[in-house]
């Protein structure tokens, strides 16, 4: 049975593995949760329509509040939010009403919790008719999730059918962080099953289109997050990162997307964190606007992270140096390489950088071209790494309910596990091409 075939099987099939028919249960799950609070029918896309940005503003289904609401930028919304002129409840339900549009055209959800989001909404909403002061700095903001976060009551299932039902036991200490801050978290959003795919589909959850084309993919493996952030349900998402996983959905959606630095920013609670020390995920923001980005990281640092998350380095947010980079205060420095010598940009994307290498020398700032290098030593070495088990846990969550490999990720191979001592070599070969390339 072809993916597709799996996932438009409705629980009619009696004769489905179990595999099949969990995932559409709670795939039919989700969409009864969905559709309690659509605001109203969402019509199908016309035939052969695969262009759907215009489609939430247009639909007829939103009022002009809320399309006021869910087009603001989250720094606008955070102004409306503590001086009361927008309550949580009012937010929260925009937001609510755009994603379930969104949901009908890109498939960008995973776990849906909205009946909550506007419990914790009325919450913040009687504290501040109270006391007259927003909660926290993030007072009221609406923030979706990746699938791989972790927030109590909530699946995270990473696309693999046997860990449906399998509710976190530990919320990593980021979401509670967050929402002592005020941040309101009303959905989970959709992943490659593996994470180590540039695509976003599983066979629990469907695949994740974009906007721009929905016969493409969002990419991965935050895909979720860039598809529903592109269609304004969501005005700000914690993505996560190791090979591009924040920064491929957010080239594909149109939106943009923070990778930072390792210790820089809290991910998962030291609970839920995996055994690599070599090659680190890290969590990340992305949001339609740059003020998303900042918001997000100056909100943060100001709660000190670094007292409460183990890998996360005592640097705060820093004022004098973010003011010095901004505008015209100070010549900024732009790398520019044309390939990696692994994969060879189109002639749109050349073009694209071209242009943008042009701009950047018309307005002042410093460009450096560098010669390509050759990446193939550092993705040699990388998946060395990445495949270090020989694939043995993905096996074996695989064997639990015999699920199939989705033909996205690539098949596990016991031929590439390696011994403690052949990682160690790895480790040893990662730090000397980090200390090249810091070089160059």
């Not at 709670?26 to 329509?49: F, H, L, M, N, T």
Request: glycine fraction near 8%; aromatic fraction near 8%; hydrophobic fraction near 40%.
């Amino acid at each position: 049975m072809t993916f597709d075939q799996a996932v438009n099987n409705g629980d009619s099939s009696v004769s489905m593995p179990l595999w099949e028919r969990l995932a559409a249960e709670r795939r039919a799950s989700r969409e009864r949760q969905v559709a309690q609070w659509q605001p109203g029918p969402i019509p199908d896309p016309k035939p052969g329509q695969t262009y759907v940005r215009s489609v939430p503003q247009q639909s007829g289904l939103l009022t002009q509040e809320q399309i006021c609401i869910t087009n603001s930028s989250p720094s606008q919304l955070l102004r409306q939010l503590s001086s009361g002129a927008w309550s949580a409840e009012t937010v929260i339900r925009a937001f609510i009403a755009r994603t379930t549009i969104a949901h009908h055209l890109t498939n960008p959800l995973t776990e849906v919790f909205f009946e909550s989001a506007v419990h914790d909404a009325q919450r913040l909403d009687q504290i501040f008719r109270e006391t007259q002061k927003p909660v926290g700095p993030l007072h009221g903001l609406p923030i979706s999730l990746k699938d791989v976060v972790h927030i109590s009551g909530q699946d995270a299932t990473l696309g693999f059918v046997c860990r449906i039902g399998c509710v976190s036991k530990t919320e990593d200490r980021l979401v509670t962080k967050l929402r002592q801050a005020g941040a309101i978290f009303y959905c989970k959003t959709n992943v490659p099953r593996t994470l180590m795919s540039g695509e976003c589909v599983n066979y629990i959850y469907g695949r994740t289109s974009i906007l721009f084309n929905t016969l493409l993919s969002a990419g991965g493996s935050s895909g979720g997050e860039g598809s529903l952030i592109s269609l304004g349900g969501s005005p700000l998402g914690i993505g996560s990162d190791i090979a591009g996983s924040i920064r491929t959905p957010a080239n594909f959606n149109g939106i943009y997307g923070l990778c930072p630095s390792p210790d820089r920013l809290p991910g998962h609670a030291a609970e839920n964190a995996d055994g690599s020390m070599v090659i680190r995920a890290i969590n990340g923001p992305l949001s339609r606007s740059i003020d998303g980005l900042e918001v997000y990281t100056r909100m943060l640092l100001s709660l000190n992270p670094w007292d409460w998350d183990f890998g996360s380095a005592a640097i705060p947010w820093r004022e004098a140096e973010y003011s010095l980079g901004r505008g015209q205060k100070r010549r900024l420095c732009f790398g520019f390489m044309p390939h990696d010598s692994v994969v060879l940009p189109n002639p749109p994307i050349l073009r694209g950088m071209a242009e943008l290498r042009n701009a950047l020398i018309r307005a002042g700032h410093q460009v450096i071209d560098i010669d390509p290098f050759d990446g193939r030593e550092l993705a040699e070495v990388a998946f060395r790494v990445f495949f270090a088990t020989g694939g043995e846990e993905i096996t074996r969550a695989l064997e639990i309910l015999d699920e199939p490999l989705i033909k996205e990720a690539k098949k596990p191979d016991p031929a590439t596990k390696i011994s403690v001592l052949e990682y160690e070599s790895c480790a040893a070969k990662i730090k000397a091409l980090r200390q090249k390339y810091l070089d160059l």
